[in-house]
C-alpha cells in the first residue's frame, strides 16, 4: 500500500511521536512505508510522514547505478534495509554541514544543514529487538533527519537563524502551496 506523504502544514509533522509498543503490525507497515518511499524517490521516511506518530522510520542504502545503463526502478539498487523503532542516538562525533531535502516538503533543498559527522544509535527492530549501529557519514544524516522527524523537527530548523530565516523568505510560496495541500489532504481523510 502507498500512503499519501503528509506536507508541511500537517499538525501531525510537529508532534513528538510515541514510542512503538506493539510490534506485531510493524513488518507489514514498514513494508508499506518502504513502498511509499520508493514511489516518493526517497532515502528514508518516518512513521509521521504517513500521519501515524510513532516511533518508526525506514531508510535504505542504495548501490550506485551503473554507467551507461537505463535508470532502474529505486528497489533494484538496494543495498541495505533499516527498520528502526524507538531510535535514540547515544553518541556524537564531529559536524558537517550538508544537503538535505524532504519528502514532506518536496524539491526545497537547502545545502548548509549542520550534522553530527558520526553517531552510534540503539534501537528496535521490525520485530522489537534491541540493535546498536554506528553510523557515518551520508547515512549517519539520514539517521539524524528521520530521528528529528520523530521528535517534530524539519530539517530548515537545524539551520542557524538568519539562514533559516533565509530559507523560510526564499521558499514562502511553496510553503504555503504545501499548507493548503495538508489542509485539502487532513479534510479529504476526514470526510473519507
Partial sequence: MVYPIRLYGDPVLRRKARPVEDFSGVKRLAEDMLETMFEAKGVGLAAPQIGLSQRLFVAVEYADEPEGEEERPLRELVRRVYVVANPVITYREGLLEGTEGCLSLPGLYSEEVPRAER????????????????????????????????????????????????????NRAELVRFQKEARALLKELSQG
Fill in 119 to 170: 553517531i552510534r544509535v540503539e534501537y528496535q527492530d521490525e520485530e522489537g529487538r534491541r540493535r546498536v549501529l554506528e553510523l557515518e557519514g551520508y547515512m549517519a544524516r539520514v539517521f539524524q533527519h528521520e530521528i528529528d522527524h520523530l521528535d517534530g523537527i524539519l530539517f530548515f530548523e537545524r539551520l542557524p537563524k538568519p539562514k533559516r530565516e533565509a530559507f523560510l523568505e526564499a
